[in-house]
Structures are given as structure tokens and as C-alpha cells.
């Protein structure tokens, strides 16, 4: 099942995990084909150069990284998908496929409920604790990792 992407089951508004994010406005069943990730699809080089790390800061930027070729930067020509936060225990997953990325419901999920995804974020460097700290993860589940990095490389 999906849903017409000019009627999404979710509104985007305040978030207790970080800023805003992406809250069912219907019962939405397991399996169900959410939301495409849209966006701007640049290289990796491309996008390093778009938003250069700044030591020390936060990390917060709507790229999306398909493969090793490919990123999509939800800032540009995106939609509602890119406002959907990370949990450790997430109710949705990302799909690729053909070069696309979907956000479907991997559980059953109720009105009101937060949709959230595991960004599993790879960098390049190793995943010290000095890098997760940069990337750090306020879900909130009793699993949390504590970061928003994939558990490993
Ligand atoms: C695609 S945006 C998600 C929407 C974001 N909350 C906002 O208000 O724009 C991705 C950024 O949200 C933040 N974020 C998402 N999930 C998070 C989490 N579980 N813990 C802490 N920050 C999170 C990070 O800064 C991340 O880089
Ligand atoms: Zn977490």
C-alpha cells in the first residue's frame, strides 16, 4: 500500500527527539510505502563542498546518501520526508530502490505517533567517541546507542 505523495499520513510539528518531525495523521499499516525522500541528487564531493564540517559542531544537514555515487539533499526540491528523525528504535525504515529512496512503515503506526527511521550515518573517518559525539541521538528509546552513526562501518 502507499499513499499519493500530495496526501501524506503525517504533519510535521515540534518533536521532543530534535526540532520538528514527522507526526501519523492516520492509522498507517506495516509495510505501507510512506513517503519518497526527494531532493537534489548530488556527488559526494558535491555535497562535502555544499556543507564543510565545522569542527566541533552539531551535525545537522538533509543529505541523504544513497550509495557511494550518490546523495540526495533533501534542502533542495525536497519534501515533508526530510523533517522524519532518527530513533534507535524505529517504526520506519529507508528503502532504496532503483536509485530512490521510500520511507515504509516497518510496524503498525498509530495516530499521533512520531515516524522515525534509523539514519544509520556512515562517515568516512572511524566511528570514534569523539564522532559520536558529534552526531549524538536524543530517541529516547531504552536501546538507544546514543548516536545517530551506524553501529558499525
Ligand atoms: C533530516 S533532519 C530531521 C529534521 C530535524 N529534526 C529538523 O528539525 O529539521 C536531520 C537532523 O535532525 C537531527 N536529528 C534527527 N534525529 C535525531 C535524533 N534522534 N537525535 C538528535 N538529533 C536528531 C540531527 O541534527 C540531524 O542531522
Ligand atoms: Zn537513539
Not at 16 to 26: E, L, P, W
Not at 128 to 138: D, E, I, L, S
Amino acid at each position: 500500500m502507499s499513499f499519493p505523495q500530495t496526501d501524506l499520513p503525517f504533519a510535521v510539528r515540534r518533536s521532543g527527539i530534535q526540532g520538528v518531525g514527522g507526526f501519523a495523521t492516520r492509522p498507517i499499516a506495516a509495510g505501507t510505502r510512506i513517503v519518497e525522500y526527494a531532493g537534489e541528487r548530488l556527488s559526494p564531493s558535491e555535497a562535502d563542498s555544499r556543507y564543510p564540517e565545522v569542527t566541533g559542531e552539531r551535525h545537522h544537514t538533509y543529505l541523504f546518501a544513497i550509495d557511494d555515487t550518490v546523495v540526495v539533499d533533501a534542502a533542495v526540491n525536497g519534501n515533508e520526508a526530510r523533517f522524519l528523525n532518527h530513533s534507535c528504535a524505529p517504526n520506519c525504515d529507508a528503502v532504496i530502490e532503483d536509485g530512490r529512496i521510500w520511507i515504509e512503515a516497518i510496524h503498525d503506526i498509530e495516530v499521533g505517533e512520531e515516524l522515525v527511521y534509523d539514519y544509520a550515518y556512515v562517515l568516512e573517518e572511524r566511528h570514534t567517541a569523539a564522532a559520536k559525539k558529534r552526531f549524538p541521538c536524543h530517541c529516547g528509546a531504552i536501546t538507544c546507542r546514543g548516536t545517530i552513526l551506524a553501529k558499525k562501518r
